[in-house]
């Protein structure tokens, strides 16, 4: 700032020498204000870590330096320094702290909605999703995940729904809107056994011109042009340590980094662009479940699908990359302690989530086999009265909902596990943080340092030049 710049900030000292609102100091951000980017993206590709606090960022990467010998790709891209960078406030329209649906849907529909909502305001005011503007834009469109793809942050970017809940509606709708490529988890959502209504719509969206994908050989093939559904796995995608370590049990399971070529693969076609959402679903379910060794791999995962990303943005110049999360989660971190270094560098050996070890703990388990079990898969020994802490835990504990279905004590064990790895959580549900927004190539030039969830909808419009309707 020059200095008269700065003693005109100074003059504005009120009659009671109170300073005044300090807006004529920064001018004004508003949407209205941004100017012609350089370039115009004719492709987005946008990368979401669903629930990733900026100690999830930071510890996958020192995890990966050491594990891999090498920087994550988001990182490293920072350390290049040709991005530009934001904060960004995830609040929802009726509280500081977002779920995955008001989030996505500030993002979706470009207006902060209450939490639980999919581009409907409090009173039902609907608002339209982006992939169905781009789309009548005459692009191509499409969402990727390792979650449900009716789940709530790619529900966003494709539908208005009173409530995320609704994902049995949400999967016939996607039917009707003839996206190009949605690949993701939920075949329970499609599946005539698992719907209320007892309707196989798999069959359904072969039958109105779908390619379906249900393996992950089916990814070799051919769509001929075909819009594409994938519903690869009931639920979500195992975690990425799981997957990983159990590679002879998920053969058929693609990961989140082969479902982003396929998809870039077939909307790459369309000359007049497209936009696609890829997202980490699972960091924000480890995130609830504090399981530290889970949510590592699965930032490596969605890193992974990062590198994907970028290199298709190098041969494509004309593409804009946006690397992002939705809300901070449970605020992992690595903490001061005197042997932190290399407790830390013990996660390097684990095979296996936490969920792994719990779900096969039953009332026949002995303290012994518990503390193999902890061992094997994370790497760390606890002692006998841990375990049988857990053990008792298992008997006793309630579910805290959505997250923990199986009703298992994952807050305790990470709590003992923090003790011997230096990994310590915050809380086990979202936060408030503002949160880290990466822009690469066309269009990210006019970011602002500081940017709303909701704006990032009309910057994606103004940059790409396409109307809001
Ligand atoms: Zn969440």
Redo the contacts with the bound molecule.
Sequence with gaps: MDRRKFFKAGTIIGAGGLLLSPTSLFGNHSSANWKKPAKKPKNIIFLVS??MSSGTLTMADLYSQRKYGKKTNWINLLENNNVKRALMDTSAANSLIT??AAGGSAWGGGVKVPNGKLNMGANGEEYTPILQKFKAAGKSVGCVTSVPITHATPASFCVTKKHRSLQEEIAEDYLKLRFDVMLGSGKEYFASDKRKDGKDLLEEFKKAGYFVAEYRSDLKKDAKNKPVIGVFEEGSLPYYIDHKTGINDFKETPSLAELSVFALNELRKNENGFVLQIEGGKV??A??ANDTTAILEDQIAFDEAVGVALGFAESSPETLVIITTD?G?ANPGLFYGKNADKNFEKLLSAKHSNEWVLRQVNKDTTSSQLIDLVEFASNLAISKEESELILTKIKTVQSDGL?NPYKLPFGDLAKIQAEYSNVHWAYS??SADYVELTMFGAGSDILPSFIQNSELHHYMLHVAEVAAK
Excluded: M, Q
């Design positions: 669903d629930g779920d995955s924000d379910w995130a609830h809300h989660n997250y549900n979202h």
